[in-house]
């Protein structure tokens, strides 16, 4: 198998998962398992610890991951699936240094991350973060931002 396979492999698993991600959030965080998001949507203040309900989803996306490495790693005929799940967890990796991290500040790290977007991903989210109740939320989505949120572009600087 030449290296582009793999490579493309992984690509599309991790642009999958924005998909996944997005799909998510918004018919199922914002749908039938509102009761374990609805705590990541409570003002700052209102919070308790470190962890929050919501962190199970973390859980929810390792299991297909899990499943990927596994199966991906018994033969040469499902060995896709491995990189299908190398794909899911750079993505997991990059959502959680995205939304955990730079975005709600669990870790202080990143904190002079300033361009055109990274202050199009931290409106897009503050967006989506609005409002605290399970409708009418906007941008549910992480990595591909609306063109809305990348404000106008500085027309006196090149
Ligand atoms: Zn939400
Ligand atoms: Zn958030």
Redesign the pocket.
């Known amino acids: 198998m030449s290296f582009l396979v793999p490579l493309m492999l992984i690509l599309a698993a991790f642009l999958g998962m924005e998909f996944m991600a997005w799909f998510t959030?918004k018919y199922v965080?914002?749908g039938f398992l509102w009761s374990w998001?609805e705590d990541?949507?409570k003002p700052h203040h209102e919070k308790k610890g470190f962890w929050e309900k919501n962190d199970r989803f973390f859980l929810v996306f390792a299991v297909p991951s899990f499943f990927c490495y596994l199966l991906g790693s018994l033969l040469e005929e499902t060995r896709f699936l491995l990189y299908i799940g190398i794909g899911i967890s750079i993505y997991g990796i990059c959502y959680f240094l995205v939304h955990d991290v730079y975005i709600h500040r669990r870790f202080d790290w990143f904190t002079h991350l300033d361009n055109r977007y990274s202050k199009a991903i931290l409106r897009a989210h503050g967006a989506?973060h609005a409002k605290q109740t399970k409708e009418d939320?906007e941008s549910?989505g992480m990595l591909f931002v609306n063109k809305k949120y990348y404000g106008n572009r500085d027309k006196t600087k090149s």
């Open positions: 959030h965080m914002h998001h990541h949507h989506h939320c549910f």
